[in-house]
């Protein structure tokens, strides 16, 4: 079975370029998760995707970030403009949610930016 | 408000011999603990958790954890490392209950030397 998938893995970009990542979750998992990993830190979620709807958005940049998981499969998150600041790995997860109680998250290996 | 804390940043450790990473966090509610890998260039790994019961937990690679519900801690243990065993680990908690948000401490960096 396959895992979930990032691309690209890597991306340098000068900044006040735009820029976006792609992620495809495992097969039947209905909930995706987008989060950012600065250097030296844990990660730090960005938005939740129940199906194709944005469950929990609240620390996402909305000046500048955006996402979308319009079929409720895979999903772009977009950085435009892009700052300094923004470099770092921007990880993908995704679970199978039904109720309450607990359900692992799966990683992808995440997209490494550095921007310039 | 939850939070964790990784009370070590890093640990510095020869192969073969026992390590153990320290976790301590804060909750008001009844929690799940995690407890993720990190290989370089790689996503993160459940290594193991604790939901509920025992509260000696094993995981994959010969890891396990003992959660301490008076001491709030859920410390990670292995009594012989491999060089493989060097990665960023990562401590990270949940409300039991629907929300699903996970609060992750800062990790603990091993370094696993021959």
């Known amino acids: 079975e396959a895992g979930v998938v990032q691309s690209p893995r890597y991306k340098i970009i000068e900044k006040k370029q735009p820029v976006a990542f792609w992620c495809n979750p495992i097969s039947g998992h209905n909930t995706l998760y987008w989060y950012r990993q600065n250097l030296g830190q844990g990660p730090e979620l960005l938005i939740r995707?129940?199906?194709?709807?944005?469950?929990?958005d609240s620390q996402l940049p909305k000046d500048r970030f955006s996402a979308e998981r319009l079929k409720g499969v895979d999903s772009t998150l977009k950085i435009q403009p892009a700052e300094l600041g923004d470099s770092a790995v921007y990880l993908c997860a995704s679970s199978f949610e039904a109720g309450g109680g607990y359900n692992e998250q799966f990683f992808g290996p995440g997209t490494r930016l550095t921007v310039l | 408000a939850q939070s964790v804390t990784q009370l070590d940043s890093q640990v510095p450790v020869f192969e073969e011999a026992p390590v153990e990473l320290r976790c301590n966090y804060s909750s008001s509610v009844s929690v799940y603990l995690f407890w993720y890998v990190q290989y370089p260039n790689q996503g993160l790994q459940l290594l193991l958790k604790?939901?509920?019961?025992s509260t000696l937990v094993k995981g994959i690679n010969g890891f396990e954890a003992e959660f301490n519900k008076s001491q709030t801690s859920f410390h990670l243990r292995k009594p012989s490392v491999h060089i493989s065993d060097t990665a960023e680990y990562f401590c990270?908690?949940?409300?039991?209950?629907?929300?699903?948000?996970?609060?992750w401490g800062l990790g603990t960096s091993l370094a696993v030397n021959p």
């Open positions: 990270a908690v949940r409300n039991a209950g629907n929300n699903r948000k996970l609060i």
């Open positions: 995707y129940e199906n194709e709807e944005a469950v929990d």
């Open positions: 604790y939901l509920s019961g």
